[in-house]
């Protein structure tokens, strides 16, 4: 298996953080940067016969509706049409209106995975459930998995998770 897989999420949510450690973690790595007008290839990670491909994205800023954001919004989503599997990060404990801000710009007619980022910080496990149940009557996720992304806490199954859906 092989495909794009695009790291979306608000600013601050570790999206950089995962997108290194699902790439760098790895011994069988080819990682390489690249530049393209839609989107920033971020790196490739080969495992056996399944080769992903991680774009990265800017943060959504959907605090502002002005004509700049609405720009940055089609370029993303453009971006978010190109690619396979859509892996959509939030923060466990720190939720936002941020996130849900999001979910307008998710492509409907592909797998996308909520990543649940630093359930190591993680304190209050009942806000977790309320939140993710709150986000998941928004979007038909293809998947949940908490992950922490600092830790290395589930990212074999985030990954397993996306090869399921390439
Ligand atoms: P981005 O803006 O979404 O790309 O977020 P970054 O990857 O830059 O991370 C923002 C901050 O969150 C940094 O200080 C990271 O060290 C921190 N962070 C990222 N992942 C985790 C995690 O799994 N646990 C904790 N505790 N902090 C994290
Ligand atoms: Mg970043």
Not at 6 to 17: D, L, W, Y
Not at 25 to 53: C, E, N
Request: hydrophobic share 45%; with cysteine; glycine share 8%.
């Amino acid at each position: 298996r092989c495909g794009f897989v695009a790291i979306v999420g608000r600013p601050n949510v570790g999206k950089s953080t995962l997108g290194n450690a699902l790439v760098g973690a790895k011994l069988s790595i080819v990682s390489r940067k690249a530049q393209t007008t839609r989107h920033r290839i971020h790196g490739v990670l080969t495992r056996g016969p399944d080769q992903f491909v991680f774009v990265d994205t800017p943060g959504f800023q959907t605090r502002h509706g002005g004509a700049m954001n609405r720009m940055m919004n089609r370029v993303v989503t453009q971006a978010l049409a190109e690619v396979d599997v859509v892996v959509h990060v939030v923060e466990a404990g720190k939720w936002s209106a941020g996130d849900a801000g999001v979910v307008p710009l998710l492509p409907q007619n592909r797998p996308v995975i909520l990543a649940v980022n630093k359930v190591d910080a993680l304190k209050d496990k009942n806000a977790l459930f309320a939140y993710v149940s709150r986000l998941m009557e928004q979007f038909p996720y293809a998947a949940v998995v908490p992950v922490s992304a600092l830790r290395d806490v589930q990212l074999e199954v985030l990954l397993r998770e996306i090869a399921r859906h390439l």
